[in-house]
């Protein structure tokens, strides 16, 4: 009977699931619709090609899919198999958030761990919910954005600003190091005018905004204040946009063509509305390793599917088989996610460069003129067009 003291967590995962579930539902009408700029709330939910209105118990996430086919009852047309993985993918990323954050504590934030064979075990504690919930507002914001860039190429702005907005007031709620009083900044001692000291490394507190804009905090802005949350979320989506827009900029001057779309500018300026200016600025390398992951296994499965024989050395492919517009957003969404879970590794060992404004400039630049080189060795000169004599 010892199964009985866990059902109150297997409760709450099965609640979980089935929340993600029903948000991964709504998250295929928003990828469905918003690139075509129709309406998320009118009309309801129907089929693409006979316009019928899809009955309530076709829509049950996951068993509504299975149970068609992924066909439409009426005209049997097809469905993507897109809404089947959205929903899915948007069920487990909810589990494994609750399990990440609530239960295991990933990120070990004092007092947000939900016991779940405690005396109290069973509702988790309301601050577990409020960083739940707000950074599952964050994964939705990555998951349509991914799909629909995998899709259209595109990112709209209603996503991303919607998202951005939800980032900022939870910030401003939830600041730095809340849940934890703000006296926990006192692990840095008023002499102490850097927090890239030596003797300080990995001491900067977390809370749901893992670090604060800069250290130490102006006085202005004091630890546990509402206006040093705002400052963090508005600084995180300022340099997360930034940090795309300068790449963009420095790499299409050397590669000669556009290379960037500023949608990928706006999904980092999103995230870093929830997590501070310094994951999203790893999160753009983390993302381009993805990126390539992504491209080069879609063309190997592609060219598996299609029985093509490897390309030899020196040879140039073209054809839909390699695409000039590669979407950025699935990779830039992987990485910000694997950053943000891999920062209690990543945060200690990077808090000298990134509160170091000096050591920071230097890497900017040097970054800047590799990034330019690498651009400047892909150029390629412009194809010479074949003139066309008329008899």
């Given at each position: 009977m010892?199964?009985?003291f866990?059902?109150?967590?297997v ?14 539902s ?9 690139p ?9 939910s129907?089929?693409f ?7 309530f118990?076709d ?5 509504g ?11 049997h047309?097809p ?17 494994s ?5 609530v239960v295991?504590n ?12 405690g005396p109290d075990s069973?509702?988790p504690?309301?601050?577990c ?6 950074h ?9 954005a991914?799909a629909?860039d995998?899709e ?6 209603q996503?991303?600003?919607t998202?951005l907005?939800?980032?900022v007031i939870?910030?401003?709620?939830m ?9 926990v900044?006192?692990v ?5 005018t850097m ?5 300080y490394?990995g ?13 130490p905090t ?7 204040s ?8 508005l ?15 420095v790499f ?6 556009e290379?960037?779309?500023l ?7 999103m ?5 501070g ?11 381009s ?11 190997l499965l ?10 030899p ?29 891999a920062?209690?590794?990543?945060g ?20 800047c003129?590799?990034l330019?080189?690498?651009?400047l060795l ?12 008329k008899?």
């Amino acid at each position: 009977m010892e199964w009985l003291f866990h059902l109150p967590l297997v409760l709450w995962c099965l609640t979980v699931f089935s929340l993600g579930l029903m948000i991964g539902s709504f998250l295929n009408v928003v990828i469905a619709r918003l690139p075509y700029e129709k309406s998320i709330i009118w009309p309801s939910s129907r089929c693409f090609a006979c316009y019928q209105p899809i009955r309530f118990t076709d829509n049950v996430p996951i068993l509504g899919y299975l149970r068609l086919r992924g066909k439409c009852r009426a005209c049997h047309a097809p469905y993507s198999a897109r809404y089947l993985w959205v929903e899915v993918g948007t069920g487990v990323a909810f589990l494994s958030l609750f399990l990440a954050e609530v239960v295991f504590n990933w990120h070990g934030i004092p007092g947000m761990k939900y016991n779940h064979l405690g005396p109290d075990s069973s509702i988790p504690p309301f601050q577990c919910w409020a960083l739940f919930g707000y950074h599952a507002v964050l994964l939705c914001g990555l998951i349509a954005a991914a799909a629909i860039d995998a899709e259209h190429h595109i990112i709209p702005t209603q996503v991303t600003y919607t998202v951005l907005v939800v980032g900022v007031i939870g910030g401003a709620l939830m600041p730095w190091p809340w849940p934890q009083p703000a006296t926990v900044a006192s692990v840095f001692p008023p002499e102490i005018t850097m927090w890239s000291h030596p003797d300080y490394t990995g001491k900067v507190p977390t809370g749901v905004q893992p670090w604060p804009f800069w250290g130490p905090t102006f006085d202005f802005a004091p630890p546990g204040s509402w206006k040093l949350g705002l400052l963090t979320s508005l600084t995180g989506a300022l340099v997360g946009s930034l940090v795309i827009r300068a790449t963009k900029w420095v790499f299409e001057t050397g590669f000669g063509r556009e290379a960037l779309g500023l949608g990928d500018a706006d999904l980092l300026m999103m995230a870093g509305a929830f997590l501070g200016w310094q994951i999203p600025v790893l999160s753009l390398f983390v993302g381009s390793v993805a990126t390539l992951v992504l491209v080069l296994s879609a063309r190997l499965l592609t060219r598996k599917r299609a029985g093509v024989a490897p390309t030899p050395p020196g040879t140039s492919v073209s054809g839909p088989a390699s695409p000039r517009e590669l979407p950025f957003g699935p990779g830039l969404a992987i990485g910000v996610v694997v950053t943000w879970f891999a920062w209690p590794w990543l945060g200690p060992r990077l808090q000298f460069p990134f509160f170091d404004a000096t050591m920071m400039m230097i890497l900017v630049g040097f970054m800047c003129v590799g990034l330019l080189a690498f651009a400047l060795l892909m150029r390629r000169p412009n194809e010479p067009v074949a003139a066309t004599a008329k008899k």
